[in-house]
């Protein structure tokens, strides 16, 4: 069971890191948008950190809902994103409501492994319109021979990127890497085969693609 007070904490406090230019979550953000039409009405982002997708979405819907359970984060998204189409809402997804086919899309990057996953999905199928997407970009567990060996094979690509984007070998400072290692000691993760499995029992027809640095993407258009 997830310790939401542990979560918010960390996030408050990972919050006040000065963030490189590239990171392992944006590099995906433009490709995310990809998915989603013109024309939507209202987009949910759950996990919106310091909003930096959620003006991405922003271009692309009436309204954004982008809600962080850290309030440091929302303060600082409020500060740069605030005069844009997006309500910030600091707040635990779980205890919130939506209405049955209210939503046009429900994007989240790097936050699925905080909920748990069946109410993510189900959450999707009764909130999500007729035609509406749920897109996921999150971490995996390593499982599998194939896992170990693309995991390895990113190392070299990720060491260019951030030399062109962030003008180093790694990513974040001492201090960042610190605070992002004693987070992830308490993050779990599930496999691929996992998910494919519970993804399948409750929206069939989705998507699931393994990206280069370490993450998964999953798409379902109801």
């Known amino acids: 069971m997830e310790n939401y007070d542990v979560v918010k904490k ?21 490709n995310i948008v990809k998915y989603l039409s013109e024309d939507n009405e209202v987009i949910l982002e759950i ?49 919130m409501e939506f209405e049955e086919n209210s939503l046009d899309a429900i994007v989240t990057t790097a936050t699925a492994h905080h909920l748990p996953y069946e109410w993510l999905l189900l959450f999707a199928l009764r909130t999500l319109k007729p035609r509406g997407k749920l897109i996921i970009l999150d971490l995996y ?29 790694k990513s974040g400072d001492e201090h960042s890497r610190e605070v992002w290692k004693r987070h992830g000691e308490h993050d779990t993760y599930m496999t691929l085969e996992e998910m494919h499995m519970l ?18 993407l999953m798409i379902w258009e109801k």
Request: charged fraction near 25%; hydrophobic fraction near 40%.
């Open 10 to 30: 960390d996030f408050n406090e990972i919050s006040d890191i000065v963030e490189d230019r590239w990171n392992h979550n944006n590099c995906y953000f433009k």
């Open 47 to 95: 996990g919106c950190g310091k909003g930096e997708l959620s003006n991405l979405l922003a271009k692309k819907s009436d309204h954004v809902i982008a809600v962080d359970l850290a309030d440091r984060m929302i303060e600082k998204a409020i500060s740069q994103y605030g005069y844009k189409n997006i309500d910030f809402v600091s707040k635990n997804i779980l205890d």
């Open 141 to 169: 567990k390593v499982n599998t021979f194939t896992d170990m060996l693309l995991n390895l094979l990113a190392v070299i690509p990720n060491m260019f990127m951030n030399i062109v984007h962030n003008k180093k070998i």
């Open 199 to 216: 993804v399948q029992k409750y929206l069939p027809g989705a998507v699931i693609r393994r990206k280069l640095f370490w993450r998964y």
